[in-house]
């Protein structure tokens, strides 16, 4: 079988494609990687390059007699400054944070609706038709059940259910890619994502009232049951006061203290288990409610999650392993070193529980358990420059 090689030629827009291919991937697939990896242009493209020209400070051009990219400042075409796209991460960040604040009061209040219609009760009542109830006394309950799917209120507390689940686990997503952003270009920004615990709150009682969404078998309707049956997993734990837990059993999401006691949460992304522990935490008086007597007077309490990073607690979801100690000396106070305790423990997980594959930092960065440890028992300050610092 003969092969035939085919050629083809890069248009002048091709530059401007590419770009807007990236721009796509970070705005509508809320995924900062892959906007990354479009925009690698070959040799002498860095990480730095695909940044500037993420951010739009940068533009491509194409040079169509040499079929080469010709990366160069937006300033120096005026011209071309409206069809190139740009992003400008502090006035995304801003928008988004609006749409979190209003869809998370929406949200809250119709899922504090869907909790109250239960009365107390903990049950609903149900009209079926004569032939329905028939057929169910006779062992068929299919009839009995396609009207209880055709139900207009349960069809619209499964949407309104299915959608907080949605909104929640986006919001998580493109709040992390926001502040993944922002540390590659070595500003400080923030997405408050705190107003989504009160909807979690409210997905909570509901789970707790055994409501299940109907017509289960989609992966996205799977997704949400498992989240709601592990909600109510997390409420009986948090309610019962969290408690140290053996780490092998390879829980989804945890905080390991320097002193080598591990509490964790099983459950999905949208259940926000890190800051749920860490609130838990925080409840059981290992955080501090307030920093000092003045943030007590005016009811400036303590951000629990930033508090456990900051006193060295490692956060751990699958073998992903976060450290933040390090990053102290940005904000002018001492560093907080990992210790060996930590260090032994994270190297006994991954290797029992996640075949020696760790992804290390908040670049996820793929490395076996062997050389992460070794650098982390040698030299503390080389594994911080390598995996956590930005």
């Known amino acids: ?29 809320n995924d900062f990687d892959k906007a ?20 739009g400070e940068l533009i491509i051009l194409v040079d169509e007699d040499s079929q080469q990219f010709i990366v160069t400042e937006r300033s120096e075409h ?23 604040d209003d869809r998370c009061a929406d949200l809250k209040e119709g ?12 049950s609903m009542t149900f009209n079926f038709s004569s032939e329905a109830v028939m057929l169910y006394i006779y062992g068929n309950d299919s009839d009995m059940i396609e ?6 209120e349960l069809q619209q507390w499964q949407f309104l ?20 952003f922002a540390r590659h270009l070595d500003i400080k920004i923030d997405i408050d994502t705190y107003k989504l615990t009160e909807i979690q709150t409210a997905l909570q009682k509901i789970a707790c009232l055994d409501f299940e969404p109907m017509n289960l078998g989609t992966q996205a309707d799977v997704n949400v049951k498992n989240y709601l049956d592990a909600t109510k997993e997390i409420d009986e734990v948090i309610s019962a006061g969290i408690t140290p837990v053996d780490i092998m059993d390879n829980y989804s999401a945890g905080w390991l203290s320097p002193e080598g006691e591990y509490y ?12 749920q522990i860490a609130d838990a935490l925080q409840e059981k008086g290992l955080i501090p409610m307030y920093d000092n007597d003045r943030d007590k007077e005016i009811d400036i309490k303590v951000n629990p999650d930033s508090w456990l990073e900051q006193q060295g607690w490692v956060k751990i979801h699958g073998n992903n392993v976060h450290f933040a100690g390090n990053l102290n000396k940005q904000m002018g106070t001492p560093i907080v070193h990992i210790t060996e305790k930590q260090i032994e423990i994270i190297r006994d997980y991954i290797t029992d529980c996640h075949q020696c594959l760790i992804k290390a930092g908040w670049r996820l960065e793929k490395t076996s358990i062997g050389m992460f440890t070794n650098l982390a028992m040698s030299n503390k300050i080389a594994l911080y420059k390598k995996y956590f610092d930005f």
């Not at 003969?2 to 827009?13: I, K, P, Q």
């Not at 005026?78 to 979190?100: C, G, N, R, S, T």
């Not at 009207?147 to 207009?152: A, G, M, P, W």
């Not at 259910?161 to 993944?180: D, G, L, N, P």
């Open 1 to 29: 079988m003969s092969t035939e090689t085919l050629h083809f030629r890069v248009g002048a827009d091709m530059g401007r494609t590419l770009m807007q291919i990236a721009h796509e991937h970070f705005i509508y697939s």
């Open 147 to 152: 009207e209880l799917r055709e139900d207009y």
């Open 78 to 100: 005026p011209e071309l400054d409206k069809i190139y796209p740009k992003i400008d991460i502090v006035e995304y960040a801003e928008k988004l944070q609006k749409e979190f």
């Open 36 to 55: 990354m990896r479009t925009l690698e242009l070959g040799e002498g493209c860095d990480e730095a390059m695909q940044i500037k020209l993420l951010t």
């Open 264 to 275: 964790a949460l099983n459950g999905e992304i949208a259940n926000m288990l890190h800051i």
């Open 161 to 180: 259910i299915k959608m907080a689940y949605e909104f929640i686990k986006t919001s998580i997503v493109k709040a992390e890619m926001v502040r993944k």
């Open 111 to 122: 899922l504090n609706n869907l909790v109250r219609k239960f009365d107390g009760k903990h």
